[in-house]
């Protein structure tokens, strides 16, 4: 035994075992299937307790009111308002984020790369459409179209990450890219089609917002917490306008740099010096605190700008919407009465149906129609690895869309009965997708082996690239 383990300290038994808990579970947490599970577990626990003897407690929950004052100031709206118009900005900052990191140098960032998950999404949007406005033909029903245009990212990436490496990286590669694009489909959709007449003094607040993060930028500011004013700011002009205010959201993900900020040292160099820096103090025999506490303070800039403030701070909020915010949004939204819903009422079946048939047919024909056409035509080939088989599977898990198709379906209804009958749909439909995406996949590895296919044993270099995007 070496001089330096003999003189390193025993650590006490309790302390050794809950390094090893937390290690292990920080392991499991960045598992891709893990944060689906939390998201099914929150909807489950929310359709049981909405159908159970205590039902109307679940209710009363998201109704109470929560109020913030400050002096003679103060704001009150009900709890499901502050999830679904609060913490859902920070989900849709995470949005905004993927969508601008992919602009930059991921799938979205050459035409011709870009091409087929674009094809697909867009048929993946239409056809699911075009099937709910075959099937409700009133007015007010029409308002839930795009209910089922959406694609739950987590969902999806989770229950073909429960398929195991068998599965090309490839196919999650144009997953996930597809994911991204449906959620870029999404965010328009619900500014063009779900936002009220827009105010002139909201307009002037959101642009307040945005000119001060430009400026807070500008001056090199690089604490995220500095940009929180700046982004209430926003958000109070988005509410003001008659926009969903969660739209802020996306605005400041597509705003945070993809660089690292300019600095006057290089942060390795920045790194190095204060490392020596310490050293040398330490070594010194200082036992001086406040002189040890300043190269420390110059390491942790310096390792804060080694990454672009885009990467920092969306795996800095990644565990945080996967495990909260999104699990939080599932819980508020999911417990639908199934015995207080009226399929007889007028149009609640037809939206049912609607929602249901768009999600686990229209989805995947429209998502492989749209592929097949690109290709048909010459503007993109299937990448190495993917053949129409795997296309099909990420059909199928395209016709997930929990999160944001119940979230469309609470601006697109205002009618109770109306509101329910969508996301029963939702529930019902997303939940049969996941389980025949389950088993086409099944049936995808077992051809793919009997064929001889040589199994992935690995992500490819693309897919590893996109999983770091994903916070993991």
Known sequence: MSRRTEDAPRLPQAQVVAERVFSALERFLHVEAVSGVALLAAAAAALVWANSPAAHSYHDLWDAQLSFG????????????????????????????????????????????????????????????????????????????????????????????????????????????????????AVLIIALFYSGGLQLSGLVIAAMGVLMTLAFQQIGLRSAWAYVFPGAVLWFGMLRTGAHPSLAGVVLGMMTPVLPMLRREQPMTAATRALNDFGQRAQGGSQDPRELMEPLKQLSRAQRDLLAPVVRVQMTLHPWVAYGVMPLFALANAGVDLQGVDFAAAGAGSVVLGVFVGLLIGKPIGIFLGSWTAVRLGWCRLPAGLTWPGVILVGCLGGIGFTMSIFIANLAFVDGQLLAAAKSGVLLGSLTAGIVGLIVGRLYTKARLRSGAIPESSASAAEERMAERRGG
């Open 70 to 185: 400050l002096g003679p100031y103060s704001v009150s709206q009900s709890l499901h308002f502050w999830i679904n118009d609060g913490l859902m900005t920070v989900f849709f900052l995470v949005v905004g984020m993927e969508i601008r990191r992919e602009l930059h140098e991921g799938a979205l960032s050459n035409l011709r790369l870009a091409m087929l998950p674009l094809a697909a999404a867009l048929g993946g949007v239409m056809v699911p459409a075009l099937i709910y406005f075959g099937l409700n033909s009133e007015p007010v029903l029409r308002e839930g179209w795009a209910v089922p245009t959406a694609t739950d990212i987590a969902f999806a990436v989770g229950v073909l990450a429960l398929l195991g490496r068998s599965i090309p990286g490839s196919v999650r590669v144009l997953l996930l890219a597809l994911a991204i694009i449906d959620d870029v489909a």
